[in-house]
């Protein structure tokens, strides 16, 4: 894909002001279609597809989590290690009211607002990860090194198998 091409989303300006070297992957977005149809689209493995969730605990309080594409999110065990009551997703005008992107372009990197972030620990072990770039249809490959430099999550084990 020519430099050109590569969508300019607030996420990509980070990347490039961080000095992150990243690929880009352009698919066709399908809604509601998840991480299973980028992997299938781009011949990625699901599980090195890593989600971007916008979520909010009892309080009212959103957090971003990051979550490989194979897995689920265990609110239970992420309630219990904020030491609050619950933690459930976002509505997805609340999302993108705090992030600046749509549901399904949600990317932890450029946001509108600053929020907490939280990465499976799992997700440093893969050697290469895929990530919303900012936009619908648009994944870019970056080592989780990287993210974890840029984004200083707070590390969990959170993952649960998809039902």
Do not use: W
């Not at 299973?36 to 493995?45: D, I, R």
């Not at 605990?57 to 219990?80: C, F, K, W, Y």
Request: charged letters at 25%; proline letters at 7%; aromatic letters at 6%.
């Amino acid at each position: 894909m020519a430099k050109d091409k590569v969508p300019v989303t607030p996420a990509v300006r980070v990347l490039r002001t961080e000095k992150v070297a990243f690929t880009p992957h352009l698919y066709a977005y399908e809604d509601k279609g998840g991480t299973a149809v980028c992997a299938k689209e781009l011949g990625f493995p699901e599980h090195s597809i890593i989600k971007t969730l916008v979520m909010e605990d009892d309080q009212g309080n959103p957090l971003i989590i990051l979550m490989h594409g194979d897995r689920q999110v265990s609110t239970r065990e992420l309630a219990r290690i904020l030491e609050v009551k619950s933690v459930l997703p976002c509505s997805a005008e609340k999302a993108s009211r705090l992030t600046g992107y749509l549901v399904g372009g949600t990317s932890p990197f450029g946001t509108k607002r600053v929020l907490p972030v939280y990465l499976e620990a799992t997700i440093l072990d893969l050697p290469q990860m895929y990530i919303n770039g900012g936009k619908r249809g648009f994944l870019v490959g970056i080592s989780p090194r990287d993210a974890e430099r840029i984004l200083k999550p707070v590390l969990v084990h959170v993952a649960t198998q998809v039902d």
